[in-house]
């Protein structure tokens, strides 16, 4: 354990994870890896398990075997270390968005008006000034998945599990929340571990991707991807973009 | 669009039951039902009008006793959802005999209650509570139950305790449903009272209404079944008015959600 606890580059490490669901294994021995201020991807097709790594990571459950170390540390099985956001965007809908914003520091223990002077200031980096007193109803969808990731940040500023977090919006939407995302994330120093079945997505947001099999789920291949940022749309148009395309495509 | 519907969707109910007492009206003017049988809307309304002022002492009684059966009710549902929702051993003992207790005809009853509790005011007072009670009981226990797994599964990778999850998520959950169980035992309220008094007492509303019929002034009667039913939708729109003023966002959500 020394050696991880050396070696500060290294937030987070999965270590060959196996988790069986009565008689059927879906995970088969994970490893992976998150360093300080990267953006990693789980790419793999649905039901493969990836839901199951981030239960895992964030410690709701316990993996039959294999260890979850962050920054050199053991935190199998233990909550409250990593933010953890769902697809659905999960907000409270009794909740004001700065509530809702405020509610991992509530759960901490803070004061509600502390708690609210705590998350104003973020309202502007997550590009969500002047919602913070409206209700989740009146949002749009993309602008729901903001307050969400502001909320998942407010829990835990350095180590951030984002599980499809726009894979409910359509597609101009969610084009928009991905340069949203690069330019939120700039200003911000965490580290993210993203899962997506996406393939574009996740070349367009990642450092490095873990492509995953079909249940059960192995780590198939590191990718990394090294285009240039910040990054803009008209990458997806690139060559090199295509190829990393047809690479992955090929392996799938 | 939504505004034009919501015209429609007073109109329509409003136009066919001013059909329906002009109807009523002119087969009793026209001798089609006779008077002393069913009397006319009009006879009803002017007859209201006359007894109104004698009837105030009364319906002062029934609300009493319908608001403070209502809010016992409300305090022991609360009490005992917690309780079985936060205990799963108790749901399993209680809930088969709370349904059960449903069964039992609230008339065999209520003069037991009589004999029990003599002529005052709590006899009357339990009937409400035990018509109330169970709407209430059910309405929190599936808001509690009813609470999306992902959103509790959020609050534990946050390491919120048992008691936090409680007060940040499942107890607001269940609220919209709790309302909902609250309008249908608020409307119930009235009902229980005047039950209850119909087995006898000094006052209320089915005090009266017990002496008019036995006179056979059908016209009072009808007066006061006009009343009760006025009360009934008076208690139905305060619950809404408080779920309106408590949480603005669940008529909202729900208006949107149409
Ligand atoms: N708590 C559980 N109990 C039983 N089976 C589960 C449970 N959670 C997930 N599974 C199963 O494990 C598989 C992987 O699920 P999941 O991790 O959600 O996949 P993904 O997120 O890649 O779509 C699925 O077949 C699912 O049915
Ligand atoms: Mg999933």
Redesign the pocket.
Same mark, same amino acid.
């Given at each position: 354990m020394t050696t991880y606890r050396s070696n500060h580059e290294i937030k987070l490490e999965l270590k060959q994870i196996y988790k069986t669901? =009565?008689d @059927?294994p879906?995970?088969e021995g994970i490893s992976l890896q998150l360093k300080n201020k990267e953006f990693v991807s789980i790419l &793999?097709? #649905? &039901?493969? &398990?990836? #839901? @199951?790594?981030?239960?895992i990571v964030s410690g709701l459950?316990k993996p039959d075997s294999g260890e979850v170390i962050i920054e050199g540390e053991s935190y199998t099985g233990k909550t409250g270390r990593v933010s953890y956001m769902y697809q659905k965007d999960l907000l409270l809908p009794w909740c004001r968005v700065i509530d809702n914003a405020s509610l991992p520091l509530i759960i901490k223990g803070m004061k509600k008006q502390q708690a609210r002077e705590t998350v104003s200031p973020f309202f502007s980096v997550f590009g969500l000034e002047g919602f913070e007193y409206k209700y989740p109803f009146q949002l749009s969808g993309g602008m729901r998945q903001r307050a969400a990731l502001l909320r998942t940040y407010m829990f835990s500023k350095d180590i951030m599990l984002l599980? =499809?977090p726009f894979g409910g919006l359509d597609a101009i939407t969610r084009a928009k929340m991905h340069q949203w995302l690069l330019g939120v994330l700039q200003q911000l120093e965490a580290s993210v571990l993203f899962?997506t079945?996406d393939i574009e997505e996740a070349i367009y947001l990642s450092d490095r991707i873990y492509i995953?099999s079909e249940?059960p789920?192995a780590v198939y291949k590191e990718i990394v991807i090294n285009l240039e940022r910040p990054r803009g749309r008209a990458l997806l148009t690139s060559k090199e973009f295509m190829d990393l395309k047809a690479e992955i495509l090929s392996l799938l | 669009m939504k505004r034009l519907r919501n015209i429609e969707n007073s109109v329509i109910p409003a136009v066919f039951f001013a059909v329906l007492l002009i109807i009523w009206q002119l087969s009793v003017d026209m001798g089609v039902i006779r008077r002393f049988v069913l009397p006319s809307p009009m006879d009803i309304g002017s007859t209201l009008i006359e007894i109104l002022p004698n009837m105030y002492n009364h319906i002062f009684v029934t609300l009493i006793e319908a608001f403070s059966g209502f809010f016992i009710s409300i305090l022991l549902a609360l009490v005992l959802a917690i309780l079985m929702d936060s205990v799963k051993l108790v749901k399993k003992a209680i809930y088969p005999i709370l349904v059960v207790s449903q069964t039992v005809p609230l008339i065999v009853l209520a003069p037991l209650f009589v004999m029990w509790f003599g002529f005052g005011m709590l006899p009357k007072i339990i009937v409400v509570v035990l018509v109330c009670f169970f709407p209430i009981l059910v309405s929190l226990l599936d808001g509690l139950s009813s609470v999306d797994k992902d959103i509790i599964n959020l609050l534990k990778s946050m390491k919120a305790s048992s008691l936090q999850i409680f007060r940040l998520v499942k107890f607001p959950a269940a609220m919209v449903s709790f309302f909902s169980g609250l309008r249908i035992a608020a409307t119930y309220s009235i009902m229980g009272a005047v039950i209850g008094e119909w087995l006898g007492g000094r006052a209320g509303l089915g005090i009266y209404m017990t002496r008019v019929r036995n006179s056979y002034a059908y016209d009072k009667t009808f007066a006061v079944v006009v009343v009760i039913i006025a009360l009934s939708m008076l208690v139905f729109y305060l619950v809404k008015l408080t779920q309106r003023l408590v949480m603005p966002w669940s008529i909202e959500a729900e208006r949107n959600r149409r």
């Open positions: 669901f =009565e @059927t879906v995970l &793999g097709p #649905s &039901g493969s &398990g990836k #839901s @199951t790594i981030f239960n459950l599980d =499809e899962i079945h995953i249940r789920a | -």
